[in-house]
């Protein structure tokens, strides 16, 4: 045989047998990669749907703690939309993992998880009917026990299908790994066989081939030899049949390199995902734990610093003090610090409050080295990267965590923490809330215990009293006999009297309470007072006219009684309002003729107001005490002169005064009283000013009055920074001054409720009658014009107080009304919503079962009474109580004792308003 058929013959035995490797290897390595691209997909599906149960499971058991913890029917039935979402997850996933996989034992385990599920979800049932039935219900610890054993169950079958599935992945890819084996050794064998028939022919007719030959073979053999990744090369280019075995060996290497590449992206793709879910998991399982924020804290920076790698993290919460919001540290993770100034940040203050206030995250690469340490036993470094991430629910700050490693971030540990921040928002309101709740209820508790012993001591103060007035008495009856123990007496009296000044706070409680119980009951006497006064029907005789007249006359007196009383009670307690502002003397000047110039007309008395050319044209006091002490004093004035002058003057004096026991000249006001009277006899003018004390005292006095006046005068000019002197003679007058002066704070000095009430609706009550008296025609004019507005309107009146309601009613009546009555505020709302073409409501605020306030929100909630107009009626009238009641959404406010005129002004005002 000649060379050059040998030579073809060789040459065409070794073509046609490395195409025959080449096609079958290319089929093989073609086959491998679908099998294996099959098998991940399938494989991949499978265990996404293990994670998807056991995801929802451990969102089942949050929602379900939820439930537990809230007292809120909306939280709860946002809750149980959760459940059902979760449950419609977890039923479809079981549902594809059934059909995709066939395996006896991923039955079974779907099997027992779906048994235990069936159990879990009838005992949340229980828990769901019991919580809406009542959401502030505390669910039994068996139940609760039984249901957290249960769970973990699932949550182990759960991870048991999972872990089953990731198994069944990996036997896959050992079997596709053994299969590319088995591809390489055939390649090899192969190529044995081609280059044993073809060595035979080449070998002795050129030796020129046995180069590029022994190249291939050395090329080849170490392919077993190199990772997948980067295989050799055959470097040969020429255009020979080796040349083109070359080439397609080199072709073949690539796409094995590539599909390792290939094969390793989604092994890390799927267990980087597996990672995440798994680490979610855990931490999703940690949060039942957290009984308190603290807790939470602890358990969560404890947890989440070493699951991203880092070595350090901070805790800050979102606390408010005062108008500032603060984020203050509360736990931490091997953080060290000997300085205070990181414990807490303003929003805004550093990165920790730039974080807070923009509501996003900050991260921190190639930290300087002096920036922070972290420290072991053994020494310290700086960290490289830090990240400061807000933990927000509802697009509210809550906290912020700041987190430090040595190494940078991956993006899956990243996407961790995107994910585990929103859960533990969610997680922290609910615990803030829980804790508001417990807080507040340990509040009212406190609250309720403090007002019992409150109560007991004032009873007990009462009896104290009650026996010190018995035994000044029995003194007092001994004393006429017994002139020789009068210093004994004295000196006991002395005593008792400190005592009554430490309970002085006790009795201007006990005073407050009771005005507020008097003016109840006069409220309808005086109403009826009037009504029978006004004699509509004109069948009252002059007699009977007049002798209501003084019933009406005497409820007053003895409505400003009780407030004089109240007054005496504020000084006394040394807890009075005293608000300054600036102050107009002109304004002053107004006041005063405008009140008393009436007075003065009727009793032919000359009224002088005057005040000096160089005064200020305003200073700074309390407006409403000024003027209470001046009408007072005016008011004395002209009780007690019959003919003559009443002046009022007001002069810039330089008055010594006693500051650190020595004596300064102090620039003050001096307003002076001036008349010409019957006078005050020097033995009794150190005793006017005490309180229940007069010149005349004796039961044939002239003059009337209790007593309290000058004293609740004095004691307010003591609050004002000044202080009242008295000069007079008898038969000649009186001059009392108060000095005052110029500049005081403008600060309110302290006031307590139960001091102010009845200050809020009767400021008017102290004027003179005859102010009045001058707008007689005009109301009459008024009550003509009103009558229409009020005739065959119907009125609803809800109150607690049957006296009342009767006053109100034959009041009403008068003018055609139609009048209904409810005891209550929830019978007010039954009433009203059987007549709602009522036109008016009269509505009291303290009744029992259900208050003025939260009827009056009630009615406001419908729209169809949103405009009906409600006037508020109280008898503790607080100087607050106007606005609580117009927030609640009152149309008008007026207090009790009522006065009908004003009550009718008012309705003809808001009757005309709707019409």
Same mark, same amino acid.
């Given at each position: ?13 070794? /073509? ?113 009917? #019991?919580?809406? #039935? ?91 030899? &190199? ?13 020979? $049949?080796?040349? @083109? #075995? ?11 390199? @590539? ?41 969560? /920076? ?91 629910? $509802? ?20 996407? *961790? *923490? ?39 001591? %004032? ?13 000044? $008495? ?13 210093? !004994? ?32 009951? =006069?409220? &309808?006497? =005086? ?15 002059? !007699? ?12 007053? +007196? ?49 009224? #002088? ?5 160089? %005064?200020? &044209? ?23 002169? $019959? ?47 005490? @309180? ?22 004095? !004691? =307010? ?10 000069? &007079? ?23 307590? +409720? ?79 919503? +059987?007549?709602?073409?009522? +036109? ?62 004003? =009550? ?12």
């Amino acid at each position: 045989m000649k060379f050059r058929t040998k030579l073809y013959a060789s040459i065409g035995s070794i /073509i046609v047998l490395i195409s025959i490797c080449v096609i079958i290897l290319m089929n093989m390595l073609e086959q491998s990669l679908v099998n294996i691209d099959v098998v991940i997909s399938d494989k991949y599906e499978r265990i996404n749907m293990a994670s998807t149960i056991k995801y929802e499971t451990v969102n089942i058991a949050r929602e379900l703690n939820g439930i537990i913890l809230n007292q809120s029917n909306e939280t709860i039935d946002t809750s149980i939309n959760v459940l059902e979402d979760s449950n419609i997850n977890i039923n479809q996933a079981m549902e594809s993992l059934e059909r995709i996989d066939s395996k006896e034992k991923t039955h079974e385990l779907i099997a027992k998880y779906k048994v235990l599920r069936e159990s879990y979800l009838t005992k949340v049932q229980q828990v769901i009917a #019991i919580k809406k #039935i009542d959401p502030k219900v505390v669910i039994q610890p068996e139940m609760l026990k039984d249901l957290k054993l249960t769970r973990e169950r699932m949550l182990q079958n759960a991870e048991l299908l999972r872990g089953l599935q990731e198994q069944e992945m990996k036997n896959e890819l050992y079997r596709s790994r053994d299969t590319y084996h088995w591809a390489v050794t055939t390649i090899y064998v192969y190529l044995a066989i081609c280059l044993s028939l073809g060595i035979g022919f080449i070998i002795w007719i050129i030796r020129g081939m046995t180069k590029n030959l022994n190249q291939v073979t050395t090329v080849m053999k170490s392919v077993t030899n &190199s990772s997948t990744d980067a295989l050799p090369r055959i470097e040969i280019f020429s255009k020979d $049949e080796i040349g @083109a #075995i070359a080439t397609a060996f080199n072709k073949m290497v690539s796409e094995l390199e @590539a599909h390792s590449k290939r094969e390793k992206k989604l092994i890390e793709e799927s267990e980087e995902h597996s990672w995440l879910k798994t680490k979610l998991a855990e931490i999703l399982a940690m949060y039942p734990e957290a009984k308190d924020v603290q807790m939470l804290a602890e358990l969560f /920076i404890s947890k989440l610093v070493p699951m991203v790698g880092a070595s350090n993290g901070v805790f800050y919460i979102k606390t408010v003090e005062g108008n500032e919001q603060y984020l203050k540290k509360i736990a931490g993770y091997a953080f060290f610090n000997q300085n205070k100034e990181f414990e807490s940040f303003r929003m805004g203050e550093g990165l920790i409050g730039q974080c807070a206030l923009e509501k996003q995250p900050i991260f921190l690469n190639q930290v300087p080295d002096n920036y922070l340490k972290i420290r072991s036993g053994m020494g310290g470094a700086s960290p490289k990267n830090i990240i400061i991430l807000p933990i927000q629910n $509802e697009d509210e700050v809550l906290a912020v965590i700041e987190i430090a490693s040595f190494e940078s971030f991956s993006p899956s540990q990243i996407m *961790l *923490l995107e994910e585990v921040i929103p859960t533990t928002g969610i997680t922290l309101k609910s615990i803030l809330n829980h804790m508001k709740a417990e807080r507040l209820l340990q509040e009212s508790q406190t609250l309720t215990e403090e007002l019992q012993a409150q109560s007991e001591e %004032l009873q007990l103060q009462q009896e104290e009293l009650r026996t010190t007035n018995e035994q000044l $008495e029995e003194q007092y009856a001994t004393s006429v006999l017994k002139k020789e123990e009068l210093e !004994k007496v004295k000196e006991e009296l002395e005593e008792k009297a400190k005592q009554l000044e430490i309970s002085s706070q006790y009795k201007s409680e006990f005073l407050a309470n009771m005005s507020h119980e008097l003016r109840t009951p =006069l409220n &309808s006497l =005086l109403i009826l007072a009037q009504i029978l006064a006004d004699n509509g029907d004109g069948n009252l005789t002059a !007699k009977q006219a007049e002798y209501i007249r003084t019933i009406y006359s005497s409820g007053n +007196d003895l409505l400003h009684l009780i407030n004089d009383i109240l007054d005496l009670a504020k000084v006394e307690s040394g807890k009075l309002e005293v608000i300054h502002r600036e102050l107009d003397f002109h304004n002053v000047e107004d006041y005063i003729k405008q009140q008393f110039s009436p007075i003065a007309n009727k009793k032919n008395i000359q009224l #002088i107001v005057q005040a000096e050319p160089d %005064l200020p &044209s305003s200073f700074y006091t309390d407006e409403h005490r000024l003027q209470q002490i001046l009408k007072n004093l005016l008011s004395n004035a002209f009780k007690f002169t $019959e003919s003559g002058s009443v002046s009022l003057l007001v002069r810039n004096v330089i008055k010594e005064t006693t500051r650190q026991q020595r004596l300064h000249g102090e620039s003050m006001l001096a307003f002076s009283v001036i008349d010409t009277g019957i006078g005050i006899a020097s033995e009794e003018q150190g005793t006017i000013f005490d @309180a229940f004390k007069q010149a005349d005292g004796t039961t044939s006095r002239k003059y009337g009055g209790t007593g309290l006046g000058l004293s609740i005068c004095r !004691k =307010l000019a003591y609050l004002l920074g000044g202080f009242i002197e008295l000069t &007079s003679q008898v038969g000649k007058g009186s001059n009392f001054t108060l000095y005052l002066p110029y500049n005081q704070v403008n600060e309110p000095k302290e006031v307590i +409720d139960y001091i102010n009430e009845a200050s809020a609706g009767l400021e008017t009550e102290h004027e003179p009658q005859e102010v009045t008296n001058s707008m007689d025609d005009e109301e009459s004019s008024n009550k003509q014009l009103g009558a229409y507005l009020l005739k065959n309107k119907k009125v609803l009146i809800v109150d607690d107080d049957i006296r009342n309601v009767y006053a109100l009613t034959i009041a009403l009546e008068k003018y055609d009304m139609e009048i209904l009555v409810a005891d209550n505020g929830r019978e007010g709302i039954e009433v009203l919503n +059987d007549n709602p073409d009522i +036109d008016l409501i009269l509505m009291d605020i303290m009744m029992p079962e259900m208050d003025g306030f939260e009827a009056i929100r009630t009615i406001r909630r419908k729209s169809m009474f949103t405009t009906l107009p409600i006037i508020a009626l109280t008898a503790k009238a607080m100087k607050h109580s106007r606005k609580e009641c117009l927030n609640a959404g009152a149309t008008d406010y007026i207090s009790k004792p009522l006065n009908l005129d004003q =009550l009718f002004s008012l309705m003809h005002v808001w009757l005309y308003r709707k019409e």
